[in-house]
């Protein structure tokens, strides 16, 4: 690719704008805010169940259960779908380290599998080698918005006798074929953090199953082990979904399309104009990607992430180091079936060693991205000289 200036109009381009999303909104969501103030159901109550039954249709599941974080939705699901202390997880290497805090809150062990190199999801072939008789759960994580291959993780997890639990927390409105994210294991686990495709104006998550009894005991959990008021039947947690973030997603759910094929518009923007040297993210033709990240890989990340610091141009690293580096797991390192290890996962350190994440959010301008392409393209080529 030839050389371009680089457009002077624009000189920053912050990673994520919240502000320019939220203050687009703004009348909706205080009219949502004073809602909350005048009812008084701050803590679970009207709104949550109104939001529990909106999202619960758009995921396309009988149930949706709101909790405090994303976090809590992975453990609080895991445990409702019956994980005992002792019990072996499948967890993918290249993700957030919460998908694997939520096998350990939930008391279980997770086991660490290797990623596809082109999409940074999980490889089934990996994960066979770390099953054990012990294993009960695989997550799949459908990480920067793109689904998983539910076809294939379907067929292993019946093969193997497994639970699976989604990890759609960056996954909001994606598809596999004509299925949404949360709707396509025995469960699923959304974050609402403010920085996700629908993100609330403080911390939440939810927990989306067509399982009647998963649902149940979710609800029992999150809410102090409480079947019902005074009458606490388990050791639960307070994990309860807020009135006021409940109010709040309800008004950015109604955008949540328009805004993922706003995303879906930039990526393509990024593809075409990418110069040699950034190698992004693989797209699988059946996941209608939603892209909560839109990630690249390149030799020497930190060196092109701190020349676009200088030209103005925020990014982002997820996730290093790989989460079976994390000191929280020294003691759960990768081993296979037969118990041998560490394993080197190299796929995932790859992943974690390039991965580069640019600018991506609904509002992100077409101008703003070529902004960013020219910044690579003068970087890479100052990195050369």
């Given at each position: 690719m030839t050389t371009t200036s680089i457009s002077p109009a624009i000189s920053q381009v912050p990673f994520v704008d919240l502000a320019r999303h939220n203050l687009a909104i703004a009348d909706e969501l205080r009219a949502a805010f004073d809602r909350v103030l005048e009812d008084g159901g701050f803590v679970l109550g009207d709104e949550v169940d109104a939001f529990e039954a909106e999202f619960a249709e758009y995921c396309g599941v009988r149930h949706c259960v709101g909790v405090g974080s994303g976090t809590a939705a992975l453990t609080l699901a895991l445990l409702a779908a019956g994980v005992q202390s002792g019990d072996e997880v499948i967890?993918?290497?290249?993700?957030?380290?919460?998908?694997a805090l939520g096998v350990l809150h939930a008391g279980a062990i997770p086991r660490f599998c290797d990623v596809d190199d082109k999409t940074g999801?999980?490889?089934?072939?990996?994960?066979?080698?770390?099953?054990?008789?012990?294993t009960v759960a695989v997550i799949p994580v459908h990480l920067y918005g793109q689904v998983?291959?539910?076809?294939?993780?379907?067929?292993?997890?019946?093969?193997?006798?497994?639970?699976?639990?989604?990890?759609?927390?960056?996954?909001?409105?994606?598809?596999?074929?004509?299925?949404?994210?949360?709707?396509?294991?025995?469960?699923?686990?959304?974050?609402f953090y403010p920085s996700k495709n629908l993100g609330a104006l403080g911390d939440g998550g939810a927990i989306c199953t067509d399982d009647d009894a998963i649902a149940e005991r979710s609800r029992r959990l999150r809410n102090l082990g409480q079947r019902r008021k005074g009458e606490h039947v388990e050791a639960g947690f307070n994990e309860r979904l807020d009135g006021v973030q409940a109010a709040m997603l309800r008004i950015k759910l109604?955008?949540?399309?328009?805004?993922?094929?706003?995303?879906?518009?930039?990526?393509d923007h990024y593809r075409e104009a990418l110069p040699d040297g950034c190698r992004p993210l693989g797209e699988d033709p059946r996941?209608?990607?939603?892209?909560?990240l839109f990630p690249v890989r390149v030799a020497d990340r930190d060196e092109l992430a701190a020349r676009l610091e200088r030209m103005g141009v925020r990014t982002g690293v997820h996730y290093w180091p790989a989460v079976h580096r994390q000191?929280?797991?020294?003691?759960?390192?990768?081993?296979?079936?037969?118990?041998?290890g560490p394993t080197y996962l190299g796929t995932a350190v790859r992943w974690s060693e390039e991965e580069l994440s640019l600018p991506m959010f609904a509002e992100l301008t077409p101008a703003e991205v070529t902004r960013v392409t020219e910044a690579i393209e003068e970087a890479l080529e100052e990195a050369r000289r």
């Amino acid at each position: 690719m030839t050389t371009t200036s680089i457009s002077p109009a624009i000189s920053q381009v912050p990673f994520v704008d919240l502000a320019r999303h939220n203050l687009a909104i703004a009348d909706e969501l205080r009219a949502a805010f004073d809602r909350v103030l005048e009812d008084g159901g701050f803590v679970l109550g009207d709104e949550v169940d109104a939001f529990e039954a909106e999202f619960a249709e758009y995921c396309g599941v009988r149930h949706c259960v709101g909790v405090g974080s994303g976090t809590a939705a992975l453990t609080l699901a895991l445990l409702a779908a019956g994980v005992q202390s002792g019990d072996e997880v499948i967890v993918p290497a290249h993700t957030y380290i919460a998908s694997a805090l939520g096998v350990l809150h939930a008391g279980a062990i997770p086991r660490f599998c290797d990623v596809d190199d082109k999409t940074g999801l999980i490889d089934l072939r990996s994960a066979a080698e770390v099953l054990s008789t012990r294993t009960v759960a695989v997550i799949p994580v459908h990480l920067y918005g793109q689904v998983c291959d539910m076809e294939a993780v379907e067929l292993f997890a019946r093969r193997h006798g497994l639970l699976v639990v989604e990890d759609a927390a960056q996954a909001h409105g994606a598809k596999w074929e004509n299925a949404r994210a949360g709707s396509l294991g025995h469960v699923g686990a959304f974050s609402f953090y403010p920085s996700k495709n629908l993100g609330a104006l403080g911390d939440g998550g939810a927990i989306c199953t067509d399982d009647d009894a998963i649902a149940e005991r979710s609800r029992r959990l999150r809410n102090l082990g409480q079947r019902r008021k005074g009458e606490h039947v388990e050791a639960g947690f307070n994990e309860r979904l807020d009135g006021v973030q409940a109010a709040m997603l309800r008004i950015k759910l109604r955008g949540l399309d328009s805004g993922n094929a706003a995303r879906r518009e930039r990526a393509d923007h990024y593809r075409e104009a990418l110069p040699d040297g950034c190698r992004p993210l693989g797209e699988d033709p059946r996941s209608e990607c939603v892209y909560h990240l839109f990630p690249v890989r390149v030799a020497d990340r930190d060196e092109l992430a701190a020349r676009l610091e200088r030209m103005g141009v925020r990014t982002g690293v997820h996730y290093w180091p790989a989460v079976h580096r994390q000191p929280p797991f020294a003691a759960h390192g990768p081993r296979d079936r037969n118990g041998h290890g560490p394993t080197y996962l190299g796929t995932a350190v790859r992943w974690s060693e390039e991965e580069l994440s640019l600018p991506m959010f609904a509002e992100l301008t077409p101008a703003e991205v070529t902004r960013v392409t020219e910044a690579i393209e003068e970087a890479l080529e100052e990195a050369r000289r």
